[in-house]
C-alpha cells in the first residue's frame, strides 16, 4: 500500500494570507485528488489530477500535480474563513482507495 | 448534499457488542466503500463493495464485515467492540468504471463511541 505523506499537519493562518499545503509519495500516483472535509461532515471533492506538471486553478485554489506524479500541491491565496478544514489527497488507481492523514486548516478572522 | 444518506449519526456502545451502521449510496452509483476515521486523522479504508461482492479490502481484522444490496445499498457490521473502534465511519458511493478518477461521494458519517 502506497503511504501518502501530507504537510504541515496543521496550519493556523489569518484572514488575507496565502498558503499551500503538499502531498507527497515515494511511488507514481496515475491520478490525485484533493477533497476537503468540514467538521461534522463528509470529505467532499475539490479536483482531480490526472497529468504530470498539470495545474488546475478553482477561483482562489490552484492545485499542481508534480512532473514526475509523486506529489501534488494545494495554493490558497487570499485565504478566508470558509476555507477551514481538513484538506486531504487521495490517490486514484488503487484498490486500497489511500488518503492522506490531511491539513487541518484554520482561517482566524 | 451529496445524495448518499447515513444512519444512525450517532451511537453509543460497549466494549463487547456488535454494530450495525447503513448506508444508501447516490441513484445510480454501483460502488460502496467504507472508511473509518479517527479525530484528526485522514479516513481509513476498511472495504468495497461491488454488486454485491466484497471488491478490496483495507487492514482491518475479520470482525469488521459488510454487505451489499440489490439496491447498492450496504451495511457495516463490527464485532466484538473495542475501544479503538471508536471513530466517525464514513461511506462513500461511487462508479467503479470511474474509480481511477471519479469521485467519491461521501456521507456524513456515523460517529461510534464505544465505552
Known amino acids: 500500500t502506497q503511504l501518502l505523506e501530507q504537510s504541515p499537519q496543521f496550519l493556523s493562518i489569518q484572514e488575507g494570507e496565502n498558503l499551500t499545503v503538499y502531498c507527497n509519495s515515494s511511488?507514481?500516483?496515475?491520478?490525485l485528488q484533493w477533497y476537503r472535509q468540514e467538521p461534522g461532515e463528509g470529505p467532499v471533492l475539490l479536483v482531480t489530477?490526472?497529468?504530470?506538471?498539470e495545474v488546475k486553478k478553482l477561483k482562489r485554489l490552484t492545485f499542481q500535480f508534480g512532473d514526475a506524479r509523486k506529489d501534488s500541491s494545494l495554493h490558497i491565496t487570499a485565504a478566508q474563513p470558509g476555507d477551514t478544514g481538513l484538506y486531504l489527497c487521495?490517490?486514484?488507481?488503487?484498490?486500497?482507495?489511500?488518503f492522506g492523514k490531511g491539513t487541518k486548516l484554520t482561517v482566524n478572522p | 448534499e451529496t445524495g448518499v444518506t447515513q444512519s444512525p449519526t450517532h451511537l453509543i456502545k460497549t466494549r463487547g457488542q456488535q454494530v450495525t451502521l447503513r448506508c444508501s449510496s447516490q441513484?445510480?452509483?454501483?460502488?460502496v466503500s467504507w472508511y473509518q476515521q479517527a479525530l484528526g486523522q485522514g479516513p481509513q479504508f476498511i472495504f468495497q463493495?461491488?454488486?454485491?461482492?466484497?471488491?478490496g479490502r483495507g487492514n482491518f481484522p475479520p470482525r469488521f464485515s459488510g454487505l451489499q444490496f440489490p439496491n447498492y445499498s450496504s451495511e457495516l457490521n463490527v464485532n466484538a467492540l473495542e475501544l479503538d473502534d471508536s471513530a466517525l465511519y464514513l461511506c462513500?458511493?461511487?462508479?467503479?468504471?470511474?474509480?481511477?478518477?471519479?469521485?467519491?461521494?461521501f456521507g456524513e458519517g456515523s460517529r461510534l463511541t464505544v465505552l
Open positions: 462513500a458511493s461511487s462508479l467503479l468504471q470511474a474509480r481511477d478518477t471519479g469521485e467519491l461521494f
Open positions: 511511488s507514481v500516483f496515475s491520478s
Open positions: 489530477v490526472v497529468t504530470g506538471g
Open positions: 487521495r490517490q486514484g488507481g488503487s484498490e486500497k482507495l489511500v
Open positions: 441513484s445510480g452509483h454501483n460502488t
Open positions: 463493495y461491488y454488486r454485491e461482492e466484497e471488491n
